[in-house]
């Protein structure tokens, strides 16, 4: 027999009172109260919270207790059921899906732009998601990401490990959030997919003895030949070249941002280059399309893409890319000048040695390099060769 009623509950004093069948209200000195329904279930005496008097009533709290006579009378614990439940709803909750956008999210104040340019997220939303998106993070097991990753393991090793990396922090982050998940599960799915059968392909390049040729066919002075002038000569990557500014050169010299070198946010300090009188003229006839303070802006907005260059050796019929220019220069200072190897390998800004030597070794060799620059502006322009 129930022994509560609506009247009693609004008025009844801070104790416990029972309803009869297991239930009882739990009176609180604020007013407040806690149902609480207790049973006993393989000899053992258990007590399982329903929940507030706020947000039941009496007539809620009986039909949850009624609920949960059935499951005792069946064997089963409420209190295994619940969670059970819970577990479940959890899993719908929290896909893949959803756990990589929370994780991308949390890392956009370290990447560059936020990582607006999808280069942190593209390889998971291209190469895992499409398959593992729908699944509850914590069901993901070694043999699904081995699945995944398999058609491109071998055939794309760059992109497949990439994907694997981003797939492994993801599962870290579901761990952070409490989840039950197999955060070795990457681990073991490379484990199962073995070592990666590839080759290491170089960029393809113009081989330094036809860099003059190329050279002085970019006879035009339009923004993209001008940007492959200015990289030719300089040997570095297209990023510090598309996003030079008229207020990082002074005196002959080409100071660029940290953030504009490879590694971007993470980059230690700014790299000075020696600019030849090639490359001064070169930076002259940019002033010509100067905006905003940037040497080579974009017809639209900002300044030229990432493939602009490219696509222009790409229409001339050319393999070779913007890039191998890295390689050209890098070849020529082997076979044609005795530049000593830590000076040869920061005229592209390889980084060189470790960091307890480059600690102690306070020198960018900017007057050696200086001359090598020099050097090779002249093949460029001229052809002429150098022992």
Same mark, same amino acid.
């Given at each position: 027999?129930?022994?509560?009623?609506?009247?009693?509950?609004?008025?009844?004093?801070?104790?416990?009172?029972?309803?009869?069948?297991?239930?009882?209200?739990?009176?609180?000195?604020?007013?407040?109260?806690?149902?609480?329904?207790?049973? #006993?279930?393989?000899?053992?005496?258990?007590?399982?919270?329903? /929940?507030?008097?706020?947000?039941?009533?009496?007539?809620?709290?009986?039909?949850?207790?009624?609920?949960?006579?059935?499951?005792?009378?069946? /064997?089963?614990?409420?209190?295994?059921?619940?969670?059970?439940?819970?577990?479940?709803?959890?899993?719908?909750?929290?896909?893949?899906?959803?756990?990589?956008?929370?994780?991308?999210?949390?890392?956009?104040?370290?990447?560059?732009?936020?990582?607006? *340019?999808?280069?942190?997220?593209?390889?998971?939303?291209?190469?895992?998601?499409?398959?593992?998106?729908?699944?509850?993070?914590?069901?993901?097991?070694?043999?699904?990401?081995?699945? %995944?990753?398999?058609?491109?393991?071998?055939?794309?090793?760059?992109? *497949?490990?990439?994907?694997?990396?981003?797939?492994?922090?993801?599962?870290?982050?579901?761990?952070?959030?409490?989840?039950?998940?197999?955060?070795?599960?990457?681990?073991?799915?490379?484990?199962?997919?073995?070592?990666?059968?590839?080759?290491?392909?170089?960029?393809?390049?113009?081989?330094?003895?036809?860099?003059?040729?190329?050279?002085?066919? @970019?006879?035009?002075?339009?923004?993209?030949?001008?940007?492959?002038?200015?990289?030719?000569?300089?040997? @570095?990557?297209?990023?510090?070249?598309?996003?030079?500014?008229?207020?990082?050169?002074?005196?002959?010299?080409? #100071?660029?941002?940290?953030?504009?070198?490879?590694?971007?946010?993470?980059?230690?300090?700014?790299?000075?280059?020696?600019?030849?009188?090639?490359?001064?003229?070169?930076?002259?006839?940019? &002033?010509?399309?100067?905006?905003?303070?940037?040497?080579?802006?974009?017809?639209?907005?900002?300044?030229?893409?990432?493939? #602009?260059?490219?696509?222009?050796?790409?229409?001339?019929?050319?393999?070779?890319?913007?890039?191998?220019?890295? %390689?050209?220069?890098?070849?020529?200072?082997?076979?044609?000048?005795?530049?000593?190897?830590?000076?040869?390998?920061?005229?592209?800004?390889?980084?060189?040695?470790?960091?307890?030597?480059? %600690?102690? &070794?306070?020198?960018?060799?900017?007057?050696?390099?200086?001359?090598?620059?020099?050097?090779? *502006?002249?093949?460029? %322009?001229?052809?002429?060769?150098?022992?």
């Amino acid at each position: 027999m129930t022994k509560l009623s609506a009247i009693f509950i609004r008025s009844a004093p801070p104790g416990k009172h029972e309803d009869g069948n297991g239930l009882r209200l739990v009176k609180r000195e604020d007013g407040g109260g806690q149902w609480v329904f207790r049973y #006993t279930i393989h000899s053992r005496r258990r007590e399982m919270g329903l /929940g507030g008097l706020a947000a039941l009533s009496l007539k809620d709290a009986r039909e949850i207790a009624s609920e949960c006579r059935r499951f005792v009378a069946k /064997g089963m614990d409420p209190i295994a059921n619940r969670a059970e439940q819970r577990r479940q709803a959890m899993r719908k909750r929290n896909l893949l899906r959803d756990i990589a956008l929370d994780a991308f999210e949390s890392r956009k104040a370290e990447l560059k732009g936020d990582g607006k *340019a999808g280069r942190w997220f593209s390889p998971i939303e291209l190469h895992i998601l499409p398959k593992l998106g729908a699944m509850p993070v914590s069901e993901i097991s070694q043999a699904d990401v081995r699945d %995944t990753l398999e058609p491109i393991w071998h055939s794309k090793a760059s992109t *497949a490990k990439k994907a694997a990396d981003r797939l492994n922090i993801v599962l870290n982050h579901a761990a952070a959030l409490g989840l039950d998940v197999d955060i070795q599960a990457v681990g073991k799915a490379k484990a199962l997919l073995g070592r990666q059968r590839h080759l290491v392909r170089s960029i393809p390049h113009v081989p330094w003895q036809e860099v003059p040729e190329f050279y002085a066919s @970019l006879s035009e002075p339009t923004i993209t030949h001008l940007a492959l002038r200015l990289l030719i000569l300089t040997g @570095l990557r297209s990023k510090p070249i598309r996003f030079a500014r008229l207020d990082e050169i002074e005196a002959g010299v080409w #100071t660029i941002p940290a953030i504009n070198m490879k590694g971007g946010v993470d980059a230690v300090c700014d790299f000075r280059v020696p600019l030849s009188g090639e490359a001064r003229k070169v930076i002259e006839q940019t &002033r010509l399309y100067e905006r905003q303070g940037n040497l080579f802006p974009s017809v639209r907005k900002g300044v030229i893409s990432d493939a #602009t260059m490219s696509r222009f050796m790409e229409r001339r019929g050319m393999e070779a890319r913007p890039h191998g220019f890295r %390689t050209s220069i890098r070849t020529w200072l082997a076979e044609c000048t005795d530049a000593p190897h830590e000076v040869a390998e920061t005229m592209i800004a390889h980084v060189t040695d470790n960091r307890v030597v480059r %600690t102690y &070794r306070q020198t960018d060799y900017l007057d050696q390099r200086r001359g090598l620059l020099d050097r090779w *502006a002249d093949f460029v %322009t001229g052809g002429t060769e150098y022992p």
